[in-house]
């Protein structure tokens, strides 16, 4: 079950295998932008929002349970305002903005609902396997 630290290192690791500097990488205790990467190939940074799908808090009532369904909806609410806070913010530079979430059911569920607006706003949604070895795949 992945946890949000552990979608942010398999993101980062991904972009980096993909030609990214990671200048910003937050682990859970931190506040702000989740990752800020940049390539030199593309003008701006790239501004990603990353959620997991249980606790990272020791000791929290939901960790190591996976979170019920309204926790997935809070968690994909939360993630798509703060994308959408940062294009608003970001579009003026060239930013491009992501969102990274677990490849479960319930995460591609509420993402699918809001598919339009992710297309319109052209967030990049990284969505990360929870298999011995990390992979990444883009929406």
Known sequence: MLTEN??????????????????QKLSTTAKGIDIIASHQKHPGRLL???KGATSSRVGSASY?????????FDRVA????????????????????GLAFPNTEPFRKYLDRIKGAINILRITIYLVEDVPQRT????
Do not use: H, P, W
Request: hydrophobic share 35%.
């Open 6 to 23: 552990d979608v942010v290192d398999a993101v980062c690791g991904y972009l980096r295998s993909n030609g990214y500097i990671i200048s």
């Open 48 to 50: 990603i929002e990353a």
């Open 64 to 72: 190591g349970s996976s979170f019920v369904d309204d926790q997935v």
């Open 78 to 97: 939360k993630g798509f305002y703060a994308a959408a806070r940062m294009y608003t913010e970001g579009q003026k530079n060239g930013d491009k903005i």
């Open 136 to 139: 990444v795949t883009t929406l």
